[in-house]
C-alpha cells in the first residue's frame, strides 16, 4: 500500500509582504551558518504567507543552515495565528550527490524510534514487512525521527478517511485496519524494517552508537539508473570520441569549479603519480582564495583489481605514523582495540599519512552534530571522550594498535618502508570478493565479453 501524496494544508505560499524588521543581509559566505544553539546572529526569515488552511494571512520563517559533515539545508516553519494551523519543512541546499543512497534500519527497540532522521522529497520510503511504501516526490522533506516519518504517514492515510467512509466504505474499512498496524510498528510489539532509498543522495539516518558501528544500520552507496537521473531533472552527457592519448604524468591539469564551502568559483589542480611498488593514481586538489578552504581527493588511475585487498598493521613506534598512506573511496577502515570501523566512501578518497589519516577520522567522529549540544546524552559523550583519548594515545606513541584497511577493489595502499623485502609489521592479503561486494562495486552486471553481439543489428 502507497500513502497518500495529497498537499498538506501547511504548505504556506509565500506573498509579497515581508516580515516588518528584516534582519541584515548576510555575505554571501556567512549565507548558511553552521547550525547552533548558541549562535545568537543566527535568526530566521520571516515572510507573509497565504494559509491553505484558513485562507488568511500566517508567517512563514525560513532557516538557512548547515549540518557539519552532512548538508547544507534550509529549515521552513510556517504558522498562522488565526487558526492555529502549523507546518515544518526541510529542503535541501546543496548540489545532488554523486550516487545514490539507501539506509535499512532494523528497529527492535524504542531507541530505534527515537533515532534522527533527514529524509528529503527525492526520498522512497517503505516497510516491507507491511507492504508499506512512500513513493518519491509524494511528501516535502522532512528533519524528523523514526517515530515522526510513521505518525506522518498515518497522518497523510486518515486525512481523506471520511470522504471515503462516503463514496468507499470498504476501501476506508481497509485502510483502517492498515493504520491499526502502523500503530503497532510505534509500540515495537515486533522488530520491522525501515528503508529510505534517496536517488539524490541527500537523505540521513543517525547512528546513535557513533563512533562504533551500528548493527541495526546498513547504508548503500549505489550508481544512479537513467530513470531516476530523469526524476531528478539530470541529463546525461552525450558520449564523446576518444581523443588521442597524451602523457599527462608531467603535466598539471586544472579546470573551474566551486567552493564546496563557500559556493565561490575555484580551480582545481589535477595530476596522474606513480606510487612505486603500487599503481598510477589522480590525485585531485581544490584551494579557494575567497574563504581559504583546501581539500584533495585521490581516485584510482586504474582498473578493479581482480583480488579484494586486506593491509593489517601494527603500530608499535611513532614512527609508523608517518607512513603513506592511499585510500581509495571503497575501502574501510578498523581499529579493533577502539572497537571502531569506518565504512566505505566515509571521508572518500585520500593520499596522506598514517597520522593525517588518523587525525580525519578523529575530527569525523568528535564533530558529528548528532553527539553535541542539545541531541547529546551523557553515555555517547562518554564514549566520545574515551575514543578520543585512545586515539590521542595511538597518536602520540603511547599505545600499540593494529591499522586494518579492507579494499574489495584492491586499490588501497600502505607504504612498506622495507620494499621490496617484506614488512615484518605489516601483513598484506588477497581474496576473493563476494557477490554483495561485486553488487556493490556494480560487476555483477557488468559485461566485458560479447556486449558488442547486441548492438550489431543497430548498426
Known sequence: MAASGAVEPGAAVATAAASPAPAQAPAPEHLFRPISAEDEEQQPTEIESLCMNCYRNGTTRLLLTKVPFFREIIVSSFSCEH??????????AGRIQDQGVRYALTVRTQEDMNREVVKTDSATT???????????????????????LISRAISGL???QPTRRANEEAVAERIDEFIVRLKELKRVASPFTLIIDDPSGNSFVENPHAPQKDHALVITHYNRTVQQEEMLGLQAEAPEEKPEEEDLRNEVLQFNTNCPECN???????????????????????????CGHRTNEVKSGGAVEPLGTRITFHITHPSDLTRDVLKSETCSVEIPELEFELGMAVLGGKFT????????????????????????NPGQMEKLREFSQKLDQILEGNMKAHFIMNDPAGNS????????????????EHYKRTFDQNEELGLNDMKTEGYETGLAPQR
Open 264 to 290: 565561490a568559483p575555484a580551480q582545481t589542480n589535477m595530476k596522474l603519480v606513480q606510487i612505486p611498488h603500487f599503481k598510477e593514481v589522480i590525485i585531485m586538489a581544490t584551494n579557494c582564495d575567497s
Open 126 to 148: 517503505s516497510i516491507p514487512e507491511l507492504d508499506f511504501e512512500i513513493p518519491a516526490f509524494t511528501q516535502k522533506g522532512a528533519l524528523t525521527t523514526v517515530e515522526g
Open 158 to 160: 486518515e486525512q481523506d
Open 83 to 92: 487558526c492555529g494551523w502549523n507546518n515544518t519543512e526541510i529542503h535541501s
Open 413 to 428: 595502499y600502505l607504504q612498506n618502508v622495507y620494499a621490496p623485502e617484506d614488512d615484518p609489521e605489516m601483513k598484506v
Open 353 to 376: 599519512t598514517l597520522e593525517g589519516l588518523l587525525k580525519d577520522i578523529r575530527e569525523l567522529v568528535t564533530k558529528n552534530p548528532f553527539t553535541l549540544g542539545d541531541s547529546s
